[in-house]
């Protein structure tokens, strides 16, 4: 079965400076990989997706990640990290198109910004 | 154009009533899948569906639980005699199919509180 661990249940960063959230995944194919944002009173926003190909992606907000097979990770950084980037962040990996594509989620990561 | 809406946004209960949840896909969205948010259990999935049917309900935590759809839009989750750990917020998110690989667009969730 799949499973997803975010090791760091909150992250506490000043504004201005550089974010990384820790994503390992457990799955036994080519895995879909995904980060959600959540803020405040808010549904999940998508804001990056691997599915393929070079490893290094780019999403929305000035945000990326980078797929690693060999320490089935999927970190998110961000190198400048504004007040608005304070959420709650959702690593998840999605099932193959034959379970339907359901997600599973990690645990998630609170982000605290210090002004 | 119109996300996807879920209703109520809060929904109090007691202990033993049934609830109903409704979700509102995107037009033309196929695929709809229900999640629970809860403290203890992170970010979970239980059932989705792919029109009307309901190929996986493997999420579905007690059968209690049950969900259905109709037209191949909205969808009603409905809870029978609610318990106390049926405290959560559901949501709700919807695709274009199930084939390949589409974004899922989520609802703001029901905040449900059984007393």
């Known amino acids: 079965a799949q499973s997803v661990t975010q090791p760091d249940i909150h992250i506490t960063v000043s504004e201005g400076a550089s974010l990384e959230l820790r994503c390992n995944y457990s799955?036994?194919?080519?895995?879909?990989l995904f980060w959600y944002v959540q803020s405040p009173g808010q549904g999940l926003q998508l804001l990056l997706k691997?599915?393929?190909?070079?490893?290094l992606v780019q999403g929305i907000k000035g945000f990326e990640a980078e797929f690693k097979r060999s320490q089935s990770s999927f970190n998110l950084r961000k190198p400048t990290v504004h007040w608005s980037d304070a959420a709650e962040y959702f690593c998840?990996?999605?099932?193959?198109?034959?379970?339907?594509?359901?997600?599973?989620f990690g645990g998630g990561t609170r982000v605290l910004v210090k002004p | 154009g119109a996300g996807v809406s879920q209703s109520p946004s809060n929904k109090v209960t007691e202990k033993g009533k049934d609830v109903e949840l409704r979700c509102d896909p995107i037009?033309?969205?196929?695929?709809l899948y229900w999640y629970r948010q809860s403290l203890g259990q992170g970010l979970e999935f239980l059932i989705y569906?792919?029109?009307?049917?309901?190929?996986?309900k493997s999420g579905l935590p007690s059968d209690r639980f049950s969900a259905e759809r109709t037209g191949g839009s909205v969808s009603t989750l409905t809870i029978q005699r609610t318990q106390q750990e049926d405290s959560a917020v559901y949501l709700c998110?919807?695709?274009?199919?199930?084939?390949?690989?589409?974004?899922?667009?989520f609802g703001p969730g029901t905040r449900l509180t059984v007393l």
């Open positions: 998110a919807s695709s274009l199919s199930t084939g390949g690989w589409n974004e899922q667009f």
């Open positions: 799955y036994g194919a080519t895995p879909y």
């Open positions: 691997y599915f393929s190909g070079d490893t």
């Open positions: 998840a990996v999605g099932a193959d198109e034959a379970a339907g594509n359901k997600l599973t």
């Open positions: 037009s033309g969205h196929t695929a």
């Open positions: 569906f792919q029109g009307n049917s309901a190929p996986d």
